[in-house]
């Protein structure tokens, strides 16, 4: 805690996702008449039940930046998990901060989230004085700016956004043409790996003191919540998270096109970068990262596809994803285009399962809080989508599980892109597949006991048939879509019999899943 003073003074409370100088509540800020409020809150802590290791990076990344600002030579109020007199919220501590200092003004950056937002907006006439907040500028497009590219468009697809984004940053342009004539080039980048090829993996940061005291903590407050500390290596300053950014430009960019889908046993990271949670919190600067990427093309130290893919995930999807969450509102979270109502299985929280795409996925998220897209969209949620789970439930798996996990992203990556319960509104059609997708892009199915080219019988993929059921059962929602027109042929050319084993199978397996659900 920092004594009382007389003279005007400013509070500028720092979120946890907000960890960089560069952030807009300091811009113009005097050391001398600031205090830096920050808070470890067991609101934050538990409004899902976040992995153990998503807590520990994220809390010892505070306690890293508020060391970091006090050398600077701002002064930083810390309140820590664990002070006894801790109010357990924002709202909170805040109040508990405006007793202690009487600050003329509050200035706050935006929250990333509407829960958050709606606190930071009533701050005001709670504590009766003047609360400044300001806009994010660590993303390219404004809400405003998204607001005005999406308004009167029929559709809003990804891909318009994204060349708005490249025109406005530059990032890979030719005046005005994309660099190497095409906007995309992921029909490159659909190649499966194979063990054999040597893969760089990320850097690991042994725990220093303040990351043990946490860890200490963590395992201690937080032991119900999903997910191992064991082996715990993320970065937790900025220095560290450019250490890696480095890492990745320089080993895993040049292939990070060709093997963005693929999936391997054992192999969590392949040429993932692994930089989310810290371009997330704040640790990393996204368009600084993609100008490096820029760089390693311009240089001949990476091809176009890999540099290209990149730069389109960081710039067009991320962007675009927070555009639509704040677009579409509070409300988003209700959506249910499909009304999938079905308990997500309890073996998401433990792994333990024998379809060995779903093992490998799950257990490597429980261990390293960590999947990467094509695992999120094609394994955990591709079969969520095809059970038919509730979309609220899976919403809330996926916030709880990933070290990178904030709403603003998350929420229209599971609910829109994955479960399709937005009924449409970022793809044109569910990223629904059978077990051939996951058995051309990985060596899951080798490894399996179940047999990926069967539909029905005792050992046959589960994915197969789960996946015509689940046209045939939301067909009066999905039957118009052209986009799924030819397997609804395929599904009407398939003889009666074959179609009626199928969907006994599914139905047998879903009857399966709900008696498994109703015994835990
Ligand atoms: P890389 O594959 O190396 O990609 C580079 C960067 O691009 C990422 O670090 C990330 O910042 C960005 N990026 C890539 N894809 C996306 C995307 N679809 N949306 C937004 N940014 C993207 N990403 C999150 O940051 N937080 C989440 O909570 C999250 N939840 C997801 C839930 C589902 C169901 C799905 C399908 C995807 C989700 N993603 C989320 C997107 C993506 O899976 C992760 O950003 C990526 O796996 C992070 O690993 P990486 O840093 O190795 O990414
Ligand atoms: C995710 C998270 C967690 C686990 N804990 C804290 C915390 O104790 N203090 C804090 O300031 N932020 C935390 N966060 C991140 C916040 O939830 C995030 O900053 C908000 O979602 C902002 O939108
Ligand atoms: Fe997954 Fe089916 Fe392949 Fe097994 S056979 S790994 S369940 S897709």
Redesign the pocket.
């Known amino acids: 805690m920092v004594a009382k003073q007389s003279k005007a003074r400013t509070l500028v409370p720092i979120l946890g996702d907000q960890l960089t100088r560069d952030i807009t509540s300091l811009s113009d800020a005097d050391p001398a008449s600031t205090i830096v409020l920050m808070m470890e809150v067991a609101d934050e802590t538990t409004y899902v039940r976040h992995h153990k290791k998503k807590i520990a990076f994220l809390l010892s990344a505070m306690r890293h930046h508020a060391q970091m600002l006090r050398a600077e030579g701002w002064t930083v109020d810390y309140v820590t998990l664990d002070d006894p007199d801790n109010a357990g919220s924002f709202t909170g501590e805040i109040a508990r901060a405006v007793d202690r200092y009487a600050p003329d003004r509050i200035v706050v950056t935006e929250a990333g989230e509407w829960r958050v937002a709606a606190m930071l907006d009533g701050w005001e006439t709670l504590f009766g004085i003047p609360v400044d907040i300001r806009g994010d500028i660590r993303f390219v497009a404004s809400h405003a700016d998204f607001d005005e590219w999406a308004t009167d468009r029929k559709s809003l697809r990804m891909e318009y956004f994204y060349r708005v984004m490249r025109r406005r940053t530059g990032l890979l342009m030719d005046g005005d043409d994309p660099v190497g004539g095409e906007w995309n080039f992921d029909a490159q980048n659909r190649k499966p790996a194979s063990n054999d090829l040597l893969m760089p993996r990320p850097i690991a940061f042994p725990p220093d003191a303040i990351t043990t005291d946490v860890l200490a903590l963590v395992a201690d407050r937080f032991a119900d919540h999903p997910g191992t500390l064991d082996g715990f290596e993320f970065a937790v300053t900025q220095a560290d998270a450019m250490r890696q950014q480095r890492h990745?430009l320089d080993h895993?960019l040049p292939r990070?096109g060709d093997y963005?889908d693929a999936m391997l046993t054992g192999e969590p990271?392949l040429?993932?970068?692994?930089?989310?949670?810290y371009?997330?919190a704040g640790l990393l600067d996204?368009l600084e990262l993609c100008r490096q990427a820029a760089a390693r093309f311009d240089e001949g130290k990476a091809p176009i596809n890999a540099v290209e893919g990149?730069v389109r995930?960081?710039i067009g999807?991320?962007e675009?994803?927070?555009g639509i969450y704040w677009r579409e509102g509070p409300d988003y979270v209700d959506r249910n285009f499909l009304d999938a109502t079905r308990d997500l299985p309890g073996f998401y929280w433990t792994g333990e399962t024998d379809m060995h795409c779903l093992a490998q996925a799950i257990g490597q998220t429980l261990t390293h809080a960590?999947?990467?897209?094509i695992?999120?969209?094609m394994v955990?949620?591709n079969y969520a989508l095809l059970i038919g789970a509730n979309p609220r439930q899976?919403h809330e798996w996926?916030?709880e599980v990933?070290a990178?996990?904030?709403?603003w992203?998350?929420l229209?990556?599971?609910l829109g892109?994955?479960?399709f319960a937005d009924g449409g509104l970022l793809g044109s059609k569910p990223?629904a597949a059978s077990g051939a997708y996951i058995d051309r892009m990985s060596d899951y199915c080798r490894h399996c006991r179940y047999d990926v080219k069967k539909r029905v019988g005792e050992n046959a993929c589960p994915f197969n048939a789960l996946y015509w059921d689940f046209l045939v059962r939301n067909e009066d929602k999905l039957g118009r879509n052209v986009r799924l027109a030819m397997p609804y042929r395929n599904w009407a050319r398939m003889k009666p019999a074959d179609r009626d084993a199928t969907r006994a199978q599914a139905a047998t397996y879903l009857a399966s899943l709900d008696g498994a659900n109703a015994a835990d």
């Open positions: 990745f895993a990070f963005q990271y040429w993932h970068s692994i930089l989310s949670p371009i997330n996204p990149f995930q960081i999807w991320r675009y994803m927070r960590y999947a990467h897209h695992q999120r969209l955990t949620g899976v996926y916030l990933y990178d996990a904030y709403e992203v998350e229209p990556n599971t892109m994955s479960q990223y």
